[in-house]
């Protein structure tokens, strides 16, 4: 009977790392697809938001259910508790990466390029290594790596004010609309969220690993 409670926690295991690589995939399709003025490849965000959104409904559904038909001990509800919380902020991080695709469909279709990028090529690149890291200290539970994702997101912080700031200006050498820069500052925003999003899910392994939240 163990075995079997065991293989449940297996299994929802299992559910977020692939909703985890799922989201990751779908972020950094958007981006590419925006920086190489590829609509088929924003077009793929859109199903891969769709399976991770079903995948956020089972996670709930199998937590839900192991919660209610066990009595789980204390580690393995801190375990039910990130489960939750981390499939909500993958889920929404999904969409901020279909918000790119969409924001970058728009531009493509105005403008048929996306021309000046600023930061968000870079921003992205770092984005999606913290998902991947945060993922990668979930399923090790790593938590000196857990925190090194969360110093990260300094970064992406700051690369995000200097793209508002070169796209409010509206740079010289952009040869697309006025209204496309404002696009772009959306673009870059959804990227700095998707880095919060693996920033608390790097946070949500330190709490199962330790039982108290991060101080930061």
């Known amino acids: 009977m163990k075995r079997f409670y065991q293989q449940e926690l297996e299994d929802l295991r299992t559910k977020l790392i692939l909703i985890g690589e799922k989201v990751n995939e779908a972020a950094h399709i958007a981006v590419e697809g925006f920086l190489e003025n590829d609509l088929e490849k924003l077009s793929q965000v859109i199903a891969l938001d769709n399976m991770i959104d079903q995948l956020e409904v089972e996670i709930d559904q199998a937590s839900v259910r192991y919660v209610t038909l066990r009595s789980p001990v204390a580690m393995d509800v801190r375990f039910i508790l990130v489960a939750i919380k981390a499939s909500h902020d993958l889920e929404r991080a999904g969409d901020e990466a279909e918000k790119i695709a969409l924001q970058a469909k ?38 000196e790596l857990a925190g090194e994702v969360i110093a990260r997101d300094k970064e992406v912080n700051k690369l995000n004010k200097e793209n508002f700031k070169f796209f409010s200006v509206g740079p010289e050498s952009d040869k697309t609309e006025n209204a496309t820069h ?8 959804s990227v700095e969220r998707i880095a919060d ?7 949500e392994v330190i709490y199962l690993l330790t039982g108290t939240q991060n101080p930061s």
């Open 106 to 143: 728009k531009i493509l279709t105005k403008d048929g390029v996306s021309g000046e990028t600023g930061a968000i090529g870079t921003m992205s690149k770092i984005a999606n290594s913290m998902m991947r890291d945060a993922i990668t200290a979930l399923i090790e539970e790593d938590i």
């Open 182 to 189: 404002f696009q772009k500052i959306f673009i870059s925003k």
């Open 197 to 203: 999003h693996a920033k608390n899910l790097a946070e």
